[in-house]
C-alpha cells in the first residue's frame, strides 16, 4: 500500500515537475553482462521505469570486482546510487569503505540458501560452482570434489585465474572449504588434471565448448542455458558430494543514493518478481526472491547441491591475499 | 621573393674558411668575381663540392665568414641565400611535371600567377622545351632534365647561380651545348657563375676564371685560359695531365638519374 | 662487406651532405640585409612537429604514472612487496618466452619476406600481404581458439600428430603453445615488415647485381641481407615488445601460473588489488627490461639509421633458377600456411553462426560503426603522429654531424617512442581515470582514450611503415628544397604528402587493424559509451553465445581484410 502510495505520488510529482528533475533519475553501476542485450538489463530498466516515471542511468565495468574498484576510486563523489553486483567474496571490503548505506529494505522475500540478514547488501540471485563436463567424451564425471583432484590425470579441465576471474576464485575458496590446511596439497595433485588456467570464465568456457578440456568450472546454471536455449543436454555439471562453493550477488546503496528515494525503491522492486522473472533466463542464474513465472523445467534438472558451502565474506577479506599467494606458490611450480 | 632580382651578379668571398668533413680539415680562402662565370676544379675528394657546398649553405663553416654581394651569410639557411643551384643528380621531384618543377623556382609553395606562369613559358622556350611542361621526369632524357633544372634558375632569378658537376653524366655533344647554354643564360642575365666540372674541357670552352682546389685548400686562382697555358700551375698540368686528352674524369661513370 | 653492398649507404652520406641543416627559418626581407645571425640555430619545424608529437605521448603515458604515483603514494608496501621470488620467475619467464616468440617470428619471416620479394608478380600475391594483417585485428582469445582448432587436443590436426607422437596428443599447452600462437600474431606482421625494407633496395643495386652476374645467394649476402640487417632490430625490438606484453595467449595457453608475465602481475595489481604503487613499479620493471634487451638487439643490428635508400618501384633482375624459385615458393606456402591455418580454423567456426542474422542485428552493425569510427579516427591520429616522428628524427639525423652522438631527441624520436608498447593499456586508462575522475564526467572522455591510447600503441607499427620512405624521399629531395625553400606545409603538400602516399595509407591500415581488435584501454572508463566489435564479440562470449562470437570474428576478420584491399588500392594511385 505504502508503495502503490509513494509510486502514485511519485508519479504525479513527475507529472508535475520538469521532466528533467534531478531526482528522477537513478544511476546504477553493475557488470556488463547484466547490461548486455541478454543480460537482465534492458528488460529490468523497461520495467522499473514504468513502475516509478523515472529514468534508469545503468553504467557497466568489467566484473564485480571492476565494481568495486570504479567505487573506491570515485569515493564519495560517486554519481551512482545503487551498486549491482558484487558478490559475497567482496560485500565485506566493500563495506570497509564507508560508502555504502544501510538498504532499509525488508529482506522477508528473500531466499538465498544459508538465509540473509545483511542489513546494507541485498541479494538478487545466487548460484552454485560446479564443474560441468562433456556428457559425450566423459563417461565418469567425479563424484567430489575429492574425486576431482585424485582423479585420471589424462582427464583434464580448464579452470579460470583466481588473480583475474570470479569463478576462479571460486574454486579457490571451494577447495578451502573442504580441504582447509591440506589444500595446497590437494592443488598440488589437481594441478596435474589442469590443462590450463584462463584469465577469464569466458575463455575457459571457449575451450571447453570447442572440446578441448571435457571439464571446465562454471556454475550449476550452465547446463540450463544449453538446455533452454540450445535444447542439448550435452553438457552437465557434476554433482559433488562435499557440497558446492555459493555465490551471491548483490546489490547496494551507496551514501549517494541514499539521498534519492528511487535507490530504495529499487531495491524494494529488486526483490520483487518484476525482477526476479528476468534473472534466470537472463543471468541464468537462480532468483533470490519471489517469481511470477515458474521457471523453465530444465532448472528442476540442474543439480541441487547436497550441502551450501562458503565461507564469511570477513574471513575471505582477510585471507583472499594470502590465499592467492599459496594457490600461486603450488601453481607455478 | 617573387620580386626579379637586380640584373647581373654579386661577388662571393670565402674569409679563412674552415671545415672538417669527417677526417679531412678544409680552409678557404678565396674570392668569387661578380657577375664572371668560375670553374672549380680539382681531383675527387679534394673539396670541390663542400667548397660549393660552403656557399650554397649546405655546409656551415666551422668558423671563418662567407660573404655574398657583401652580406654574411655564413649562417643563412640555403634558400635565404640569394643563390640558384644545380645539382649533378635528384634536381626534379619525380612526381611533379615539368612546369610544376620549374614553377617551384618562383613560389615553394607553387602559387603561381599569370605573371608567373608567362615567365615560366618563356623560360622552358628558352631552354629548348616548349611543349614538354606537362611531361614527368622520367618521360625526359638526362640532358632535357638539366634543361628543366637551368630553366628555373632563370624564373628563380638569383644574383648567384652554382652548379655542381650538372653535366658529368651527359655525353660530350651534349654537354658542349649544356655549357653553352649556361654561357648564354649568363650572357642575358650577367648573374655570378660558379662552375664546378671534372672536364677541363668544359673549363675551357667556358673561360672565365678558375679556382683549383687540393685536399682542401684553393691552391691556385687565375684567368682559366692562363692554367692551360704554358706557365700554368704544375698542379694543374698534373691534375688534367700533360697530354690533356684523357681527363682523369674517366674513372667516375656516374649512371643519368 | 662488399662494395656494392656498401655503395647505398656509404655513397648516400658522402655525397649528400648530412649537415643541410638549416632548411626553415623565416626568409630574411631582402638579400645583404638582416641575415640569421650565426648563433641563433634555425629551427626546422619538422622538429617542432615532432616535438609536439613526443610531448603529446609523453603527456598520455607521464599523465597516467602521475595519477597512479599520486593515488598509490601513500602506500608503497604493495610495490615493495611486489619483488618477491614469484615476480622473478615470472620476470624470467617473461623475457624468455618473449626471447623466444621473437626468434621464431623474426628469423622465418626473413626468409619469407625475401622470397616475397624475389617473385612482385604472381597470382594471389597481394592477397597473401593483407591476409598477413588480419591477426593484428584478431582479439588474442580468438587467435589462440584458431591456433587450439589445429594444434589443440581436440584440434584438426590432433589425429596426425597422435599418430605422430605415438600417444594422445597433450595439445600445445604451455610454451609450445605460447610461442605457436605469438608466431601466428608476428610473424606476419614481420614479414610485412621485412618486406618494406626490401622495397626500398634501390633498383640500381639489382641492375648492378644482375650486370655482375650475381648468384640468388650472393644477391642476398650483398644486396638484400644489408636491407633486412638495417631493419631487423627494429622490427626485433617490435616483435618483442609484443611478446612481452602479452596477456590472454600467455595465460590460455600456458597451461598455468608458471607461464605468466609481468602484465598479467600489473593487470592483477589494478584489477584486483587496486595497488596504484605496485602497478607502477611493475610497469618500470617491464620497460626497463625491454630497455635492456633493445640495447643488445641495437647493437646486433648495426647502424640502423642513415641507410635510407632510393624508394624506387622495385624490379628484380635477378632471375631465379628453378630450384631457387621452387624454394621460394616452398618458403612462401610454409609461411601462409602457417598463417592461414588458424585463420581458416576461424572463418570455418564462423561460417557456422548464422552470419545473416549477425550482420542484420542493430547492435553489431552500430558496434561496427563505432569500431570503425573510432579505429578511423585513432589511425588518423597515429599517422599524424607516425610522420611528425620520421619528420623530426630525419631532420635531427640531418643536422648533427655526420659521425656526431644521436642527441637525446633524436632517440626519442626514434626507438624511444616505441616503448609506449610496453605501458600497458590499463595502466594509462587508470592513471588517467583517476586523474579524471572528479572532472565532470569521465564516461564521456572514454572514446577519448580509446582514440589516443590506440593511436599511440599503433604508432611504433606505422613508424616502421613510413620511416624508411620519408628517409629515402627526403634523401633525394632535402637539398632540393632547402635550395629552393620549400618547407612546412607546402614540403608536406607538394613533396611528402605525393611521394608517401602508400607507405601512409599502408600504415593507416595497420593502425586501423591494431584499433580494431583492441579492446584493453575500455576496461576502466565503462563501456556503455563505447560499444566496439571486438568488446561485443567478448561479451558474446561471456553469455555462452560462443557461436556468435565465432561469428563476429569473422566479421571481423573481414573488415580488416577490407581495409588493407582499400590501402593498397589508395596507395596504387600513386605508386610509379
Same mark, same amino acid.
Given at each position: 500500500?505504502?508503495?502503490? !502510495?509513494?509510486?502514485?505520488?511519485?508519479?504525479? &510529482?513527475?507529472?508535475?515537475?520538469?521532466?528533467?528533475?534531478? $531526482?528522477?533519475?537513478?544511476?546504477?553501476?553493475?557488470?556488463?553482462?547484466?547490461?548486455?542485450?541478454?543480460?537482465?538489463?534492458?528488460?529490468?530498466?523497461?520495467?522499473?521505469?514504468? #513502475?516509478?516515471?523515472?529514468?534508469?542511468?545503468?553504467?557497466?565495468?568489467?566484473?564485480?570486482?571492476?565494481?568495486?574498484?570504479?567505487?573506491?576510486?570515485?569515493?564519495?563523489?560517486?554519481?551512482?546510487?545503487?551498486?549491482?553486483?558484487?558478490?559475497?567474496?567482496?560485500?565485506?571490503?566493500?563495506?570497509?569503505?564507508?560508502?555504502?548505506?544501510?538498504?532499509?529494505?525488508?529482506?522477508?522475500?528473500?531466499?538465498?540458501?544459508?538465509?540473509?540478514?545483511?542489513?546494507?547488501? *541485498?541479494?538478487?540471485?545466487?548460484?552454485?560452482?560446479?564443474?560441468?563436463?562433456?556428457?559425450?567424451?566423459?563417461?565418469?564425471?567425479?563424484?567430489?570434489?575429492?574425486?576431482?583432484? +585424485?582423479?585420471?590425470?589424462?582427464?583434464?579441465?580448464?579452470?579460470?585465474?583466481?588473480?583475474?576471474?570470479?569463478?576462479?576464485?571460486?574454486?579457490?575458496?571451494? *577447495?578451502?572449504?573442504?580441504?582447509?590446511? @591440506?589444500?595446497?596439497?590437494?592443488?598440488? @595433485?589437481?594441478?596435474?588434471?589442469?590443462?590450463?588456467?584462463?584469465?577469464?570464465?569466458?575463455?575457459?568456457?571457449?575451450?571447453?565448448?570447442?572440446?578441448?578440456?571435457?571439464?571446465?568450472?562454471?556454475?550449476?546454471?550452465?547446463?540450463?542455458?544449453?538446455?533452454?536455449?540450445? @535444447?542439448?543436454? @550435452?553438457?552437465?555439471?557434476?554433482?559433488?558430494?562435499?557440497?558446492?562453493?555459493?555465490?551471491?550477488?548483490?546489490?547496494?546503496?551507496?551514501?549517494?543514493?541514499?539521498?534519492?528515494?528511487?535507490?530504495?525503491?529499487?531495491?524494494?522492486?529488486?526483490?520483487?518478481?518484476?525482477?526476479?522473472?528476468?534473472?534466470?533466463?537472463?543471468?541464468?542464474?537462480?532468483?533470490?526472491?519471489?517469481?511470477?513465472?515458474?521457471?523453465?523445467?530444465?532448472?528442476?534438472?540442474?543439480?541441487?547441491?547436497?550441502?551450501?558451502?562458503?565461507?564469511?565474506?570477513?574471513?575471505?577479506?582477510?585471507?583472499?591475499?594470502?590465499?592467492?599467494?599459496?594457490?600461486?606458490?603450488?601453481?607455478?611450480? | 621573393?617573387?620580386?626579379?632580382?637586380?640584373?647581373?651578379?654579386?661577388?662571393?668571398?670565402?674569409?679563412?674558411?674552415?671545415?672538417?668533413? #669527417?677526417?679531412?680539415?678544409?680552409?678557404?680562402?678565396?674570392?668569387? #668575381?661578380?657577375?664572371?662565370?668560375?670553374?672549380?676544379?680539382?681531383?675527387?675528394?679534394?673539396?670541390?663540392?663542400?667548397?660549393?657546398?660552403?656557399?650554397?649553405?649546405?655546409?656551415?663553416?666551422?668558423?671563418?665568414?662567407?660573404?655574398?654581394?657583401?652580406?654574411?651569410?655564413?649562417?643563412?639557411?640555403?634558400? $635565404?641565400?640569394?643563390?640558384?643551384?644545380?645539382?649533378?643528380?635528384?634536381?626534379?621531384?619525380?612526381?611533379?611535371?615539368?612546369?610544376?618543377?620549374?614553377?617551384?623556382?618562383?613560389?615553394?609553395?607553387?602559387?603561381?600567377?599569370?605573371?608567373?606562369?608567362?615567365?615560366?613559358?618563356?623560360?622552358?622556350?628558352?631552354?629548348?622545351?616548349?611543349?614538354?611542361? =606537362?611531361?614527368?621526369?622520367?618521360?625526359?632524357?638526362?640532358?632535357?632534365?638539366?634543361?628543366?633544372?637551368?630553366?628555373?634558375?632563370?624564373?628563380?632569378?638569383?644574383?648567384?647561380?652554382?652548379?655542381?658537376?650538372?653535366?658529368?653524366?651527359?655525353?660530350?655533344?651534349?654537354?658542349?651545348?649544356?655549357? +653553352?647554354?649556361?654561357?648564354?643564360?649568363?650572357?642575358? =642575365?650577367?648573374?655570378?657563375?660558379?662552375?664546378?666540372?671534372?672536364?677541363?674541357?668544359?673549363?675551357?670552352?667556358?673561360?672565365?676564371?678558375?679556382?683549383?682546389?687540393?685536399?682542401?685548400?684553393?691552391?691556385?686562382?687565375?684567368?682559366?685560359?692562363?692554367?692551360?697555358?704554358?706557365?700554368?700551375?704544375?698542379?694543374?698540368?698534373?691534375?688534367?695531365?700533360?697530354?690533356? %686528352?684523357?681527363?682523369?674524369?674517366?674513372?667516375?661513370?656516374?649512371?643519368?638519374? | 662487406?662488399?662494395?656494392?653492398?656498401?655503395?647505398?649507404?656509404?655513397?648516400?652520406?658522402?655525397?649528400?651532405?648530412?649537415?643541410?641543416?638549416?632548411?626553415?627559418?623565416?626568409?630574411?626581407?631582402?638579400?645583404?640585409?638582416?641575415?640569421?645571425?650565426?648563433?641563433?640555430?634555425?629551427?626546422?619545424?619538422?622538429?617542432?612537429?615532432?616535438?609536439?608529437?613526443?610531448?603529446?605521448?609523453?603527456?598520455?603515458?607521464?599523465?597516467?604514472?602521475?595519477?597512479?604515483?599520486?593515488?598509490?603514494?601513500?602506500?608503497?608496501?604493495?610495490?615493495?612487496?611486489?619483488?618477491?621470488?614469484?615476480?622473478?620467475?615470472?620476470?624470467?619467464?617473461?623475457?624468455?618466452?618473449?626471447?623466444?616468440?621473437?626468434?621464431?617470428?623474426?628469423?622465418?619471416?626473413?626468409?619469407?619476406?625475401?622470397?616475397?620479394?624475389?617473385?612482385?608478380?604472381?597470382?594471389?600475391?597481394?592477397?597473401?600481404?593483407?591476409?598477413?594483417?588480419?591477426?593484428?585485428?584478431?582479439?588474442?582469445?580468438?587467435?589462440?581458439?584458431?591456433?587450439?582448432?589445429?594444434?589443440?587436443?581436440?584440434?584438426?590436426? %590432433?589425429?596426425?600428430?597422435?599418430?605422430?607422437?605415438?600417444?594422445?596428443?597433450?595439445?600445445?599447452?604451455?610454451?609450445?603453445?605460447?610461442?605457436?600462437?605469438?608466431?601466428?600474431?608476428?610473424?606476419?606482421?614481420?614479414?610485412?615488415?621485412?618486406?618494406?625494407?626490401?622495397?626500398?633496395?634501390?633498383?640500381?643495386?639489382?641492375?648492378?647485381?644482375?650486370?655482375?652476374?650475381?648468384?640468388?645467394?650472393?644477391?642476398?649476402?650483398?644486396?638484400?641481407?644489408?636491407?633486412?640487417?638495417?631493419?631487423?632490430?627494429?622490427?626485433?625490438?617490435?616483435?618483442?615488445?609484443?611478446?612481452?606484453?602479452?596477456?590472454?595467449?600467455?595465460?590460455?595457453?600456458?597451461?598455468?601460473?608458471? &607461464?605468466?608475465?609481468?602484465? *598479467?602481475?600489473?593487470?592483477?595489481?589494478?584489477?584486483?588489488?587496486?595497488?596504484?604503487?605496485?602497478?607502477?613499479?611493475?610497469?618500470?620493471?617491464?620497460?626497463?627490461?625491454?630497455?635492456?634487451?633493445?640495447?643488445?638487439?641495437?647493437?646486433?643490428?648495426?647502424?640502423?639509421?642513415?641507410?635510407?635508400?632510393?624508394?624506387?618501384?622495385?624490379?628484380?633482375?635477378?632471375?631465379?633458377?628453378?630450384?631457387?624459385?621452387?624454394?621460394?615458393?616452398?618458403?612462401?606456402?610454409?609461411?601462409?600456411?602457417?598463417? $592461414?591455418?588458424?585463420?581458416?580454423?576461424?572463418?570455418?567456426?564462423?561460417?557456422?553462426?548464422?552470419?545473416?542474422?549477425?550482420?542484420?542485428?542493430?547492435?553489431?552493425?552500430?558496434?561496427?560503426?563505432?569500431?570503425?569510427?573510432?579505429?578511423?579516427?585513432?589511425?588518423?591520429?597515429?599517422?599524424?603522429?607516425?610522420?611528425?616522428?620520421?619528420?623530426?628524427?630525419?631532420?635531427?639525423?640531418?643536422?648533427?654531424?655526420?659521425?656526431?652522438?644521436?642527441?637525446?631527441?633524436?632517440?626519442?624520436?626514434?626507438?624511444?617512442?616505441?616503448?609506449?608498447?610496453?605501458?600497458?593499456?590499463?595502466?594509462?586508462?587508470?592513471?588517467?581515470?583517476?586523474?579524471?575522475?572528479?572532472?565532470?564526467?569521465?564516461?564521456?572522455? $572514454?572514446?577519448?582514450?580509446?582514440?589516443?591510447?590506440?593511436?599511440?600503441?599503433?604508432?611504433?607499427?606505422?613508424?616502421?611503415?613510413?620511416?624508411?620512405?620519408?628517409? &629515402?624521399?627526403?634523401?633525394?629531395?632535402?637539398?632540393?628544397?632547402?635550395?629552393?625553400?620549400?618547407?612546412?606545409?607546402?614540403?608536406?603538400?607538394?613533396?611528402?604528402?605525393?611521394?608517401?602516399?602508400?607507405?601512409?595509407?599502408?600504415?593507416?591500415?595497420?593502425?586501423?587493424?591494431?584499433?580494431?581488435?583492441?579492446?584493453?584501454?575500455?576496461?576502466?572508463?565503462?563501456?556503455?559509451?563505447?560499444?566496439? !566489435?571486438?568488446?561485443?564479440?567478448?561479451?558474446?562470449?561471456?553469455?555462452? =553465445?560462443?557461436?556468435?562470437?565465432?561469428?563476429?570474428?569473422?566479421?571481423?576478420?573481414?573488415?580488416?581484410?577490407?581495409?588493407?584491399?582499400?590501402?593498397?588500392?589508395?596507395?596504387?594511385?600513386?605508386?610509379?
Amino acid at each position: 500500500m505504502r508503495t502503490m !502510495l509513494f509510486s502514485l505520488v511519485s508519479t504525479l &510529482a513527475v507529472a508535475a515537475a520538469l521532466p528533467a528533475f534531478a $531526482a528522477d533519475k537513478l544511476t546504477i553501476y553493475t557488470y556488463e553482462s547484466f547490461t548486455s542485450e541478454w543480460g537482465p538489463g534492458p528488460q529490468v530498466k523497461k520495467a522499473f521505469e514504468a #513502475e516509478c516515471g523515472c529514468e534508469v542511468d545503468f553504467v557497466s565495468v568489467a566484473d564485480g570486482v571492476a565494481l568495486l574498484n570504479r567505487v573506491k576510486l570515485e569515493g564519495k563523489s560517486t554519481k551512482a546510487d545503487i551498486v549491482l553486483g558484487l558478490d559475497t567474496n567482496l560485500t565485506a571490503e566493500a563495506k570497509e569503505t564507508g560508502l555504502f548505506a544501510p538498504s532499509g529494505v525488508d529482506l522477508t522475500n528473500v531466499k538465498v540458501p544459508g538465509g540473509w540478514s545483511d542489513d546494507t547488501f *541485498v541479494p538478487f540471485d545466487y548460484g552454485y560452482f560446479a564443474v560441468i563436463y562433456n556428457t559425450e567424451t566423459l563417461k565418469n564425471p567425479p563424484k567430489s570434489l575429492k574425486e576431482l583432484v +585424485d582423479g585420471d590425470a589424462n582427464e583434464k579441465i580448464a579452470i579460470q585465474d583466481p588473480r583475474t576471474s570470479t569463478p576462479g576464485l571460486g574454486l579457490l575458496l571451494w *577447495v578451502k572449504s573442504v580441504y582447509g590446511d @591440506k589444500a595446497p596439497e590437494a592443488w598440488a @595433485k589437481l594441478k596435474n588434471r589442469v590443462l590450463t588456467v584462463t584469465p577469464g570464465w569466458s575463455e575457459s568456457y571457449g575451450l571447453f565448448t570447442k572440446g578441448e578440456a571435457p571439464m571446465v568450472l562454471s556454475y550449476t546454471t550452465s547446463p540450463a542455458y544449453h538446455m533452454v536455449a540450445e @535444447k542439448t543436454d @550435452k553438457y552437465q555439471a557434476a554433482p559433488f558430494e562435499e557440497g558446492h562453493y555459493l555465490q551471491v550477488e548483490v546489490a547496494g546503496i551507496t551514501t549517494t543514493g541514499a539521498e534519492n528515494p528511487l535507490a530504495k525503491k529499487f531495491m524494494e522492486f529488486m526483490v520483487s518478481p518484476g525482477f526476479q522473472d528476468t534473472i534466470p533466463e537472463t543471468n541464468w542464474m537462480f532468483p533470490a526472491g519471489k517469481t511470477e513465472k515458474p521457471l523453465d523445467p530444465a532448472f528442476d534438472r540442474l543439480v541441487k547441491p547436497a550441502k551450501t558451502l562458503a565461507i564469511s565474506a570477513e574471513d575471505i577479506t582477510a585471507n583472499r591475499k594470502a590465499w592467492v599467494e599459496e594457490w600461486l606458490g603450488v601453481m607455478s611450480k | 621573393m617573387n620580386s626579379p632580382m637586380r640584373p647581373g651578379g654579386v661577388d662571393i668571398r670565402l674569409e679563412e674558411v674552415t671545415f672538417t668533413y #669527417e677526417d679531412m680539415r678544409m680552409r678557404f680562402d678565396a674570392t668569387i #668575381e661578380a657577375g664572371q662565370i668560375t670553374s672549380v676544379m680539382g681531383a675527387s675528394g679534394a673539396g670541390k663540392s663542400t667548397f660549393l657546398n660552403l656557399v650554397a649553405g649546405f655546409e656551415t663553416a666551422t668558423s671563418g665568414r662567407v660573404l655574398i654581394g657583401g652580406a654574411d651569410v655564413t649562417a643563412a639557411p640555403p634558400s $635565404a641565400r640569394p643563390i640558384s643551384m644545380v645539382f649533378q643528380e635528384n634536381n626534379l621531384f619525380a612526381h611533379l611535371t615539368v612546369e610544376q618543377n620549374v614553377g617551384l623556382g618562383r613560389s615553394p609553395a607553387l602559387k603561381l600567377a599569370e605573371a608567373d606562369r608567362t615567365d615560366i613559358a618563356d623560360a622552358l622556350g628558352r631552354t629548348g622545351l616548349a611543349g614538354k611542361e =606537362r611531361r614527368l621526369p622520367r618521360e625526359l632524357s638526362g640532358g632535357e632534365r638539366q634543361r628543366v633544372a637551368i630553366a628555373r634558375v632563370l624564373v628563380r632569378d638569383r644574383p648567384v647561380l652554382l652548379l655542381d658537376e650538372p653535366f658529368a653524366s651527359l655525353g660530350p655533344a651534349l654537354r658542349e651545348d649544356m655549357v +653553352d647554354l649556361v654561357m648564354s643564360v649568363h650572357r642575358e =642575365r650577367g648573374m655570378t657563375v660558379v662552375f664546378v666540372t671534372h672536364q677541363p674541357e668544359d673549363a675551357r670552352r667556358i673561360g672565365g676564371n678558375l679556382l683549383f682546389l687540393e685536399q682542401g685548400k684553393v691552391i691556385a686562382a687565375g684567368k682559366t685560359e692562363e692554367f692551360f697555358g704554358k706557365n700554368g700551375p704544375e698542379a694543374f698540368r698534373n691534375y688534367i695531365g700533360t697530354g690533356n %686528352a684523357e681527363p682523369q674524369s674517366q674513372e667516375f661513370a656516374r649512371k643519368p638519374t | 662487406m662488399s662494395p656494392q653492398a656498401t655503395e647505398g649507404g656509404a655513397g648516400g652520406s658522402a655525397g649528400l651532405d648530412p649537415k643541410s641543416s638549416t632548411a626553415a627559418s623565416p626568409p630574411p626581407p631582402a638579400f645583404g640585409r638582416t641575415l640569421p645571425s650565426r648563433g641563433r640555430e634555425a629551427r626546422d619545424s619538422r622538429i617542432t612537429a615532432g616535438v609536439i608529437a613526443l610531448g603529446a605521448i609523453a603527456i598520455l603515458i607521464g599523465g597516467a604514472f602521475v595519477g597512479l604515483i599520486l593515488e598509490g603514494v601513500n602506500d608503497l608496501s604493495g610495490a615493495i612487496a611486489a619483488f618477491d621470488g614469484y615476480l622473478f620467475r615470472v620476470a624470467r619467464f617473461t623475457l624468455w618466452q618473449a626471447a623466444l616468440s621473437t626468434l621464431f617470428s623474426v628469423v622465418p619471416a626473413l626468409f619469407v619476406a625475401r622470397a616475397l620479394s624475389r617473385h612482385p608478380h604472381f597470382p594471389g600475391r597481394g592477397l597473401i600481404l593483407r591476409l598477413f594483417a588480419v591477426p593484428l585485428a584478431l582479439p588474442a582469445i580468438v587467435a589462440a581458439l584458431g591456433v587450439l582448432a589445429l594444434y589443440g587436443r581436440a584440434g584438426y590436426l %590432433a589425429g596426425l600428430l597422435t599418430k605422430i607422437s605415438g600417444g594422445d596428443w597433450p595439445g600445445i599447452y604451455g610454451l609450445s603453445g605460447i610461442l605457436v600462437a605469438h608466431v601466428f600474431f608476428n610473424l606476419p606482421l614481420a614479414t610485412r615488415l621485412f618486406l618494406e625494407a626490401l622495397n626500398a633496395v634501390p633498383t640500381d643495386q639489382w641492375r648492378l647485381a644482375s650486370q655482375l652476374g650475381m648468384s640468388a645467394r650472393a644477391g642476398f649476402r650483398l644486396i638484400e641481407w644489408p636491407a633486412l640487417r638495417a631493419s631487423l632490430p627494429g622490427v626485433a625490438g617490435l616483435v618483442f615488445m609484443l611478446c612481452i606484453t602479452s596477456f590472454t595467449i600467455v595465460l590460455t595457453l600456458g597451461g598455468g601460473p608458471r &607461464a605468466s608475465t609481468l602484465e *598479467v602481475a600489473i593487470y592483477q595489481s589494478l584489477r584486483f588489488d587496486f595497488d596504484p604503487a605496485r602497478a607502477v613499479a611493475l610497469t618500470l620493471l617491464q620497460i626497463l627490461l625491454t630497455l635492456a634487451v633493445v640495447a643488445v638487439l641495437m647493437r646486433l643490428g648495426a647502424n640502423v639509421t642513415g641507410d635510407a635508400n632510393l624508394s624506387v618501384a622495385p624490379r628484380r633482375y635477378i632471375s631465379s633458377g628453378r630450384g631457387e624459385t621452387a624454394l621460394d615458393a616452398a618458403l612462401i606456402a610454409l609461411g601462409l600456411a602457417f598463417v $592461414a591455418g588458424p585463420m581458416l580454423a576461424t572463418v570455418l567456426s564462423g561460417l557456422e553462426s548464422d552470419l545473416m542474422r549477425l550482420a542484420g542485428e542493430a547492435t553489431v552493425q552500430s558496434a561496427a560503426a563505432t569500431s570503425l569510427i573510432l579505429a578511423c579516427l585513432a589511425a588518423l591520429l597515429c599517422v599524424m603522429l607516425t610522420l611528425a616522428l620520421a619528420m623530426a628524427r630525419r631532420a635531427l639525423q640531418l643536422q648533427r654531424k655526420a659521425a656526431g652522438e644521436k642527441s637525446f631527441l633524436e632517440h626519442m624520436t626514434d626507438t624511444g617512442a616505441g616503448f609506449v608498447l610496453v605501458v600497458p593499456p590499463i595502466v594509462i586508462g587508470a592513471g588517467w581515470f583517476v586523474l579524471l575522475r572528479h572532472a565532470g564526467n569521465v564516461f564521456a572522455l $572514454a572514446p577519448v582514450m580509446v582514440v589516443t591510447v590506440n593511436a599511440v600503441m599503433a604508432m611504433p607499427f606505422a613508424l616502421r611503415a613510413v620511416r624508411p620512405a620519408y628517409d &629515402a624521399a627526403s634523401e633525394r629531395h632535402e637539398r632540393l628544397c632547402a635550395q629552393l625553400g620549400i618547407r612546412g606545409w607546402s614540403r608536406l603538400r607538394l613533396i611528402e604528402w605525393p611521394v608517401l602516399r602508400r607507405p601512409l595509407s599502408t600504415a593507416f591500415a595497420f593502425a586501423m587493424a591494431l584499433s580494431l581488435g583492441d579492446l584493453g584501454v575500455i576496461a576502466l572508463f565503462g563501456s556503455d559509451s563505447v560499444q566496439t !566489435l571486438p568488446y561485443l564479440l567478448l561479451a558474446r562470449m561471456g553469455a555462452y =553465445r560462443t557461436a556468435d562470437a565465432a561469428g563476429l570474428a569473422l566479421l571481423l576478420g573481414l573488415i580488416c581484410l577490407a581495409l588493407m584491399a582499400l590501402a593498397d588500392r589508395l596507395g596504387k594511385d600513386t605508386a610509379q
